[in-house]
């Protein structure tokens, strides 16, 4: 049974009618064709359309609904900001980027379209703001590679805003839906740079076009009723019921409106609660049946193409981007591709503004291993990692995924830290990859590695053409001899 956190939760009596004409669903009408196989198949395409929205759901309700979850950050339309530097004792999020502090926040423009307002920041330093709609669509960027590093105000509207451009707006950016998540990435140079970024992120505003008129504000939207979330619904038929709900906070796409009648062939996206468990034995193990398929496509998808560097580049995007890579995966359509970001990694940036080439096996073929070698990746003079705005170079441990105590307290090498390397005499760079330290003389080229397994992330923010094309081969990671 779905439960609901709000003001306005259905009684209990409400509740049970629901799930009475859900069942209804499946027995009634043209549902009374659905036969199990068909149901089956319909909750498996179902689960692979939906992932994304799905984790969308335990995003905000952990991001902005529940206020005793360790992620909360805070209502609607507030910015939440955290500039420190990431250490082995930070243990919540995995795979952690110490080169971009952030900022996070949930937008409801159901009422009102909101101005997201930047400062000034030097001419040097990249930052971005990633929006993101329901559908987890990166549908737009703020930011260098955009915008460029101007003081700014750009206007957020929903899907219903047809309005002019008000005085003072640098720029329209419309939204597919109404709620929509923004990610703001600032680089952070170094720990003596902590407190600059501190200053920048102070600078990032958010607020209703109303109040940055100075004009009356419009009636408030209605609440809307988050399910509370339960940790793993979404591997099991749980995931059709946030599906359901995620459906109701979106107008179909044109281009889905046969998808969502089929959808609804089973209950999901219908006006009333998609409840599994009021569905007749052999139908939910038909629906269970289903999500499993669905889950195990998604986890055959991932594996079958994650040893291609550049897979990150076409998974994250925006809708027409990704309707166009669906044919680098010999797929009909993009939502495989979706929910296998999903599952990988929610959120991850579009390729043209960021890559992450992954180190889990060195040149040979072999997965990495400290404690039996060390490595060394060589940066040939003129042939640094192409990236227009930076790259970086971090480890992590492949038991936690975390970084690891070392005696230099250093968790990654960037370009930010060109000036430090020490250079052979024909002006190549050679990283030292290994537990122990390579001699104090070489220190400044050495990332430490745990004493085991180990992987390396490399990014890339704003790859250069050659990054997106394939042209650019990452370096090599070759073990010491």
Same mark, same amino acid.
């Given at each position: 049974m779905r439960k609901f956190w709000g003001t306005s939760a259905p009684t209990f009596a409400a509740m049970a009618l629901g799930a009475l004409l859900a069942a209804a669903v499946l027995t009634s009408g043209c549902a009374e064709r659905v036969t199990p196989?068909? #149901?089956?198949?319909?909750?498996r395409d179902a689960y692979v359309y939906g992932f994304p929205l799905v984790m969308n759901c335990k995003t905000v309700y952990e991001y902005v609904v529940d206020t005793a979850s360790p992620e909360y950050k805070g209502p609607f339309n507030q910015v939440s900001c955290a500039a420190r530097l990431f250490t082995p004792e930070d243990r919540a999020v995995v795979t952690p980027n110490a080169d971009t502090p952030y900022c996070m926040f949930w937008l409801d423009l159901r009422s009102e379209p909101i101005v997201v307002s930047v400062p000034e920041i030097e001419s040097e330093r990249y930052y971005s703001i990633q929006l993101i709609d329901w559908y987890t669509h990166n549908f737009a960027y703020i930011g260098t590679r955009v915008t460029g590093n101007d003081a700014g105000s750009y206007l957020l509207a929903g899907p219903g805003w047809k309005d002019s451009k008000p005085e003072g707006i640098a720029g329209v950016i419309t939204s597919e839906t109404d709620l929509v998540f923004a990610v703001i990435r600032t680089q952070l140079f170094g720990p003596d740079d902590l407190e600059r970024v501190k200053e920048i992120q102070a600078g990032y505003r958010v607020e209703p076009l109303s109040s940055f008129l100075g004009g009356p504000a419009p009636a408030e939207a209605p609440p809307i009723d988050f399910p509370e979330w339960e940790e793993g619904g979404q591997y099991s038929a749980?995931?059709?019921? !946030?599906?359901?709900?995620? +459906? *109701?906070?979106?107008?179909?796409?044109? *281009?889905?409106?046969? +998808?969502?009648?089929?959808? #609804?062939?089973? $209950?999901? $996206?219908?006006p009333r609660d998609f409840d599994p468990d009021a569905l007749d034995p052999e139908m939910a193990g038909a629906v269970e049946e289903g999500v499993k398929q669905g889950l195990a496509d998604i986890k055959a998808f991932l594996e079958e193409n994650s040893a291609d560097p550049l897979t990150s580049a076409y998974i994250f995007g925006s809708r027409e981007f990704l309707k166009e890579a669906a044919a680098r995966f010999g797929q009909p359509d993009f939502y495989l591709q979706r929910s296998m970001a999903a599952l990988t990694g929610l959120y991850g940036n579009s390729g043209e503004e960021a890559v992450y080439p992954i180190y889990t096996v060195d040149s040979e073929g072999a997965p990495l291993d400290a404690s039996k070698h060390g490595y060394v990746m060589r940066l040939e003079e003129g042939a640094l990692p192409p990236a227009e705005a930076f790259w970086s170079l971090?480890? !992590?441990d492949a038991a936690t995924q975390l970084f690891?105590?070392?005696?230099?307290?250093? !968790?990654? +090498?960037?370009?930010?830290? +060109?000036?430090?390397?020490v250079r052979e005499k024909d002006g190549t760079i050679v990283f030292y990859i290994q537990k122990d330290s390579p001699g104090r003389a070489k220190e400044a080229n050495w990332l430490p590695a745990p004493d085991g397994p180990f992987y390396m992330v490399l990014r890339l923010y704003i790859p250069e053409p050659e990054v997106l094309s394939g042209e650019w081969t990452q370096p090599a990671l070759v073990r010491a001899k």
């Open positions: 196989d068909e #149901a089956k198949a319909i909750a749980a995931a059709l019921e !946030y599906l359901d709900f995620a +459906l *109701d906070q979106v107008r179909p796409h044109p *281009d889905e409106t046969d +998808l969502m009648e089929r959808f #609804a062939r089973i $209950g999901i $996206g219908t971090t480890m !992590y690891i105590h070392n005696p230099l307290d250093r !968790y990654l +090498l960037n370009s930010a830290m +060109l000036d430090e390397f």
